[in-house]
T-cell receptor, first 114, second 118 residues
């Protein structure tokens, strides 16, 4: 079955610094890929998605992600983080054909220091 | 719009008790699903539905039951609660693509229901 790996459990960055969160996927064909964010005590919210076309995808809150087929990666980036970006971030990919069953990575918790 | 509404937000059960987690959405989404979230394991799909009268199993369906009698509601039933079912449960819905009818995968989540089984 398709899967995603988020190698970093916890990342700490200074406010104003750049950010990159890693996501590697296992998928037999060109995948649909998603990044979700979960603020403390909340449900998840979609940040951005890749379906096809341009490999650099823009999302909400100033985030972007780049699909790299050669590296099986879909890393999330932000040029300058804000304290409000502190949250947990999840990468997701369909388990099979169609988007009825999304499988999520184990998440990366982001801490922002002043 | 309320979006996806889950009740209750918190529940404590004793082993062997049954209960139903309620989920309702007002976005007219055909697709609805239930996930559980456990520390270090991300979210795991329990059951999902692609429309009224249609349900299917996800990764971890054992011990849970669902039905979908209306587009709006998708309750999750715990038949006989076990401590292993202590978790945070999320209901999510997703729209269908307007041209092709396929599920977009853009999930809208409720705020979660925290369940403790003693």
């Amino acid at each position: 079955a398709q899967s995603v790996t988020q190698p970093d459990i916890h990342i700490t960055v200074s406010e104003g610094a750049s950010l990159e969160l890693r996501c590697n996927y296992s998928y037999g064909a060109t995948p649909y890929l998603f990044w979700y964010v979960q603020s403390p005590g909340q449900g998840l919210q979609l940040l951005l998605k890749y379906f096809s076309g341009d490999t650099l995808v823009q999302g909400i809150k100033g985030f972007e992600a780049e699909f790299k087929r050669s590296q099986s990666s879909f890393n999330l980036r932000k040029p300058s983080v804000h304290w409000s970006d502190a949250a947990e971030y999840f990468c997701a990919v369909p388990r099979g054909f169609g988007n009825e069953k999304l499988t999520f990575g184990t998440g990366t918790r982001l801490t922002i220091i002043p | 719009n309320a979006g996806v509404t889950q009740t209750p937000k918190f529940q404590v059960l004793k082993t062997g008790q049954s209960m139903t987690l309620q989920c309702a959405q007002d976005m007219n989404h055909e697709y609805m699903s239930w996930y559980r979230q456990d520390p270090g394991m991300g979210l795991r799909l329990i059951h999902y539905s692609v429309g009224a009268g249609i349900t299917d199993q996800g990764e971890v369906p054992n011990g849970y039951n669902v039905s979908r009698s209306t587009t709006e509601d998708f309750p999750l039933r715990l038949l006989s609660a076990a401590p292993s079912q202590t978790s945070v449960y999320f209901c999510a819905s997703s729209p269908s693509d307007t041209s092709g009818g396929w599920i977009t995968g853009e999930l809208f989540f409720g705020e979660g229901s925290r369940l403790t089984v003693l």
